[in-house]
């Protein structure tokens, strides 16, 4: 089975602090999310990554930023905190472009105050 | 513009059938997908239609119409374990992308 791992399932932090995020995958998959999910709007993609260091901006980049040095970690980074970024988010891993299934992870819950 | 709308909740009694209809308009398809979340639990994949017609996966089903941008999810013989979310989404063209609905909060009561 197919294995997405998030660091942390719930985070508090204030306004202002970076935040970093970070997510595993064990099956030498190609193409890695980060998706953002509230209420009423579903799941926003914030960025992808389809290969090593390769990364693109998805539908709502902004305030964040990624990074991708190994095939298998995929971190999502909050330079600065602000509170209208307390959500839910989730990493994703799929096969290859194109093909196939996304599988997530559990979920970072963050909170900013 | 890129949407895709569902229900926002449905409600159905436990043994019946429930059907989850999805509308979309995206800049490009390459395949419909279900998936099923639990409350504070991850996504999990139910389905794939990338032709017209319907897939069947045991109590599951999901019929896709291009034409008509519109997929549904039929339940069958519903259980309480169903009571979740549904998420609706579409695979765009360039196969990096995938865009989702709002999902529907489905309750089955007994």
């Known amino acids: 089975d197919v294995k997405v791992t998030q660091s942390s399932r719930y985070l508090v932090k204030r306004t202002g602090e970076k935040v970093f995020l970070e997510c595993v995958q064990d099956m030498d998959h190609e193409n890695m999310f980060w998706y953002r999910q509230d209420p009423g709007l579903g799941l926003r993609l914030i960025y992808f990554s389809y290969d090593v260091k390769m990364k693109e901006k998805g539908d709502i980049p902004e305030g964040y930023s990624v990074s991708r040095e190994k095939k298998e970690r995929f971190s999502l980074i909050l330079e600065s905190a602000s509170t209208n970024q307390t959500s839910m988010y989730l990493c994703?891993?799929?096969?290859?472009?194109?093909?196939?299934?996304?599988?997530f992870g559990e979920g970072s819950r963050l909170t900013v105050l | 513009g890129q949407n895709i709308d569902q229900p926002t909740e449905m409600t159905a009694t436990e043994g019946a059938i429930v059907q989850i209809n999805c509308t979309y308009q995206t800049s490009g398809f390459n395949g419909l997908f279900w998936y099923q979340q639990h409350a504070g639990e991850a996504p999990t994949f139910l389905s794939y239609n990338v032709l017209d017609g319907l897939e069947e996966k045991g109590r599951f089903s999901s019929f896709l119409s291009r034409s008509k941008g519109y997929s549904y999810l039929l339940l069958k013989e519903l259980q309480m374990k169903d009571s979740a979310s549904y998420l609706c989404?579409?695979?765009?063209?360039?196969?990096?992308?995938?865009?989702f609905g709002a999902g529907t909060r489905l309750f089955v009561k007994a």
């Open positions: 994703a891993s799929r096969r290859l472009a194109g093909i196939g299934e996304l599988f």
């Open positions: 989404a579409v695979g765009n063209t360039g196969g990096f992308k995938t865009i």
